[in-house]
Each structure stands twice: as C-alpha cells, then as structure tokens.
C-alpha cells in the first residue's frame, strides 16, 4: 500500500519519547566526568555503580539546562519537582531502578513550532523530565561485556502529544528540535553517537476515530531512519487492518540493513514502575536567581531566527534555511554582514567554495582560519575590483592552507588584478596576433570563438586582468 493509500484511508498519529544528553562536565548525581568515547569504566563512583549506603547529588548545571529546554518549549515550569525511583530491571542499570522524575517534572504542557511544507506546525508538549542514563552493553561472540561510563549521564527526556501525522512530518520535526538543543548548547544532537535518541509511538486508525492501537519504535538513530521506520510501519499496520487483522501493543526494532521493522516483545498491559519519591534527596524547589539564570539562557531560537534573516537581510527561503541551520553559522553570517559585506555574496561563497574547502579539510566554519574579518576582507578586495573572483578563490585556498589575511596574500603573491588598459591592451595583441584564424572566424560572424580569446588573454595575464575591461578593449579591437 502506498503512502497516499494509506493517508487517505487511515489517519496516523505519531508521538515521540527524546533523549538528550545534556553536556555537562559531571554526570547527574555524582562527579564523575561525563564523557563520550573514553577508556570503558574509567568514570565510574561508588555512587553511580549504586554501592549501597551512597547518597547522590543533583548536578545543578544539569537542572539549569533542563529548566532551559522546558522553556524553549513553552512549558509551565515547575517551582518544586523531585526525583523518584522508577524500579526494573536492566543488565546495563547498576542499582535496578532509574532515579527519574514523574509526578512533577521540570516542565508540563509546551509546544514546538516548526516548518514543514511551507507551512508552520505547531505539536504539543506533554513533558520535559530529567533522569538518569543506563551504562552499555558490548556483546562480543559470545560474551556480553558491561561499560558503565555512561550510567548516570545526566538524561533529558521530552515527550510529545501524538500530534505528528506522517514519517516526512515526523523527520522535519526532529530536525527542528535538534536546532533548538545546539541552538541553546546543551546537547551537540549526534544521534549516531546516541547523545539524542528518539523511540516513536504510532498508531492508525480510520479517520475521524481517534488513536488506534500503539506501537512502539525502538532503535533509530538518526531522523532518516525515524522517517523510514514510521513509514514502514504505517503501512503494515494499513495491510494487516486491512485484511481484517488485529494490531497488537507491542514494542518493535527498525532493522536498518532491511528496512523493515521487527517485533522485540508484546505489551499486553503498560508496565508498573513502581514510583516513589526518592527518599535520598529533597524536593528541588527553584529561588529567583535560579529562574532568572534560566531566562537569561534563552536565545533567539531557528525559526525565529530564519525568519529575521529572511526579512533583515531579503535573503529567500532555501538560502536562510542552509545560513541558520548552526547558531554559529548564523552569527558568523551577521557579523560578516556588519563588517559591510554583501549578504547575498556571503551567501553565495558560503554555499560553495567556503563550505568546499571546509569539507576538504573536515573542519567546521569557526574552527577554520576564515575569520569574519578575513571573509569581509576578501569579498571587499572583490567588490573594489583589486583581485577578480577567480583570484578570489585561489586567495581563498591560502586563507585556508597560510593563515594569512588576504590582503597580505594578494600583496605577496602579486595577485592584484590588472586595470591599466594598456597593459590589457598590449595583452590582446599579443593573443590576437598568435590566433589569427580565429580572429577571422569571429569577424566572419562566428561569435562563439570570442570565448576562446578571452581565455587565453587571462591565461597571458595570469588571471589578473579585469574581465569586464577585457571584454571592452577586445570588442573594440575586433571591430
């Protein structure tokens, strides 16, 4: 059954269960350092290999940028939450039972508003709670090996209403709300090193009689996969309604090398964890200053943002979008602006020979050597006629490869384009005289051999000189 199939005969509700880790210097409720990628059980405490008699501490960083999040979302921020003990068991999960928030969370009832189709959609909160993570487990043949590095990363769960209705929808929502994360820096959003992860909860139905039976997706790791899994599962649930099957609750992989989802288990009921307060630490109840803290840590969020340039700078949609995707780019790109650049050149050189060389050398724009001044320097060395645009670009590459400013470069290089007439004139002749045939070709009516010639006078002058005077000089000279 296509999508188109199954959209008009079924309605699909999608809700989603994020996790983000939150970059913080310590995990959640001890000192250990909170890292990605070190030796395995090198950042392990008695407290969060749960010794007994240990007492934990709320990592306050870790609260701020919770309460961050929360109001990003446009959530009712709670002025007191606790932690509670959510009991199960888990290979990975030392102590058997995840120190969590339910009853009050930092935040309840937001919403997220984002693009999708030209359009703005707006999906409902329900929560933003914090937790704890569960360490990893590494099977190996056939051993299954424990690293508890990650036992007790400090977790930030989102959950949604099942307001999303497709795959597509579903993809772009994803992709928003990492913005908003990297946008606020509390989390880089690298799914494929499962510091953001998404389980989706979808059901179908037929239109107009609300929420079908659930499913739950497990393991995907990046907003292709959850837009592949989604769809999949749509229209298996379609094929198997309509063949008068039953969907059961259950709980399903996505299998990425067949692109298909598998059952993991079958819920017959929703599972009892067994709440209760954690008795080893008080209520959190957030003064004025913290609150204050909060709001200060808000910034001017993506679309907010795009929609600003757009306006600001009268730049058009797909050109925004590609500038605001990083807050980094973003700002970098306003400040160029400021410096008094052309948006739409930034834009253009950003877009092509900028991120080329980027990618060449596996570096992002403000790691690189291409600082706003040097960038505003160089599309000014264009704008004034020193070098022309094709210079530009090689001047580019030893921005890159000297750490240089490109003035000095075009100063040492003697790169500076050539605007003596002439000096282009003598130039031509010279091409004109070694390219006589042609020269009668082109008098004979053959235009298209006009290029040629101008390619090998740049190719005399050695790229420098000025091509709108070349254009002049040689039309004159041609008769």
Request: net charge negative.
């Amino acid at each position: 059954m296509s999508d188109v199939q199954t959209k008009d005969k079924y309605e699909t509700f999608v809700g989603l269960e994020i996790h983000i880790h939150l970059l913080t210097d310590t995990k959640m409720f001890c000192g250990c350092k909170a890292n990605y990628g070190d030796e395995p059980n090198t950042n392990v405490c008695p407290v969060c290999l749960g010794y007994p008699g240990v007492l934990p501490t709320v990592n306050e960083e870790a609260m701020k940028m919770g309460y961050a999040v929360a109001r990003a979302l446009n959530c009712k921020l709670s002025r007191k939450t606790f932690f509670e003990r959510k009991n199960y068991f888990y290979p990975d999960m030392p102590k058997n039972y995840q120190i969590s928030q339910f009853q009050e969370p930092v935040g309840v009832e937001g919403y997220l508003e984002f693009e999708y189709n030209g359009e703005i959609k707006k999906i409902r909160i329900h929560d933003v709670h914090l937790e704890e993570d569960a360490g990893k487990m590494i099977h190996a043949g056939d051993m299954s090996l424990q690293d508890f590095n990650r036992a007790g990363f400090p977790l930030l769960e989102i959950v949604t209403e099942p307001d999303l209705k497709s795959g597509e929808e579903t993809e772009a929502f994803l992709r928003a709300f990492r913005r908003i994360v990297r946008y606020l820096g509390v989390c880089d959003g690298n799914m494929d090193e499962g510091s953001m992860k998404c389980d989706a909860n979808i059901s179908i139905n037929e239109w107009g009689k609300g929420l079908g039976t659930k499913t739950e997706l497990k393991n995907m790791n990046s907003p292709r996969f959850v837009r592949r899994g989604l769809q999949y599962e749509a229209q298996r649930q379609a094929k198997v309604l309509d063949e008068g099957g039953k969907l059961a609750q259950e709980t399903r992989l996505w299998n990425e090398n067949r692109d298909i989802t598998e059952t993991m288990r079958t819920k017959e009921e929703a599972n009892d964890y067994r709440y209760f307060p954690e008795p080893d630490m008080p209520p959190f109840c957030p003064d004025d200053i913290f609150m204050a803290e909060v709001e200060a840590s808000q910034v001017e969020l993506p679309l907010a943002r795009k929609h600003k340039l757009m306006r600001k700078y009268n730049i058009n949609s797909d050109q925004a979008e590609f500038i605001h995707d990083e807050k980094v780019n973003a700002d970098y790109f306003e400040t160029v602006v400021s410096l008094g650049a052309d948006p739409q050149a930034i834009y253009t050189w950003l877009s092509s020979d900028v991120q080329k060389e980027l990618n060449l050398l596996n570096m992002t724009l403000t790691e690189s050597p291409l600082t706003a001044e040097r960038f505003a320097s160089l599309l000014k060395l264009i704008e004034d006629g020193t070098i022309s645009g094709k210079i530009a670009k090689k001047v580019l590459i030893d921005i890159f490869e000297e750490d240089q400013d490109p003035a000095a470069i075009v100063e040492k290089k003697g790169l500076s384009q050539i605007s003596d007439p002439a000096v282009i004139g003598e130039a031509i002749d010279k091409v004109l005289a070694a390219n006589a045939q042609v020269v009668e070709a082109i008098k004979g009516g053959d235009q298209r051999q006009k290029g040629f010639l101008v390619g090998q006078i740049m190719k005399e002058t050695g790229g420098r000189a000025a091509p709108a005077l070349v254009q002049k000089i040689l039309a004159e000279k041609l008769g």
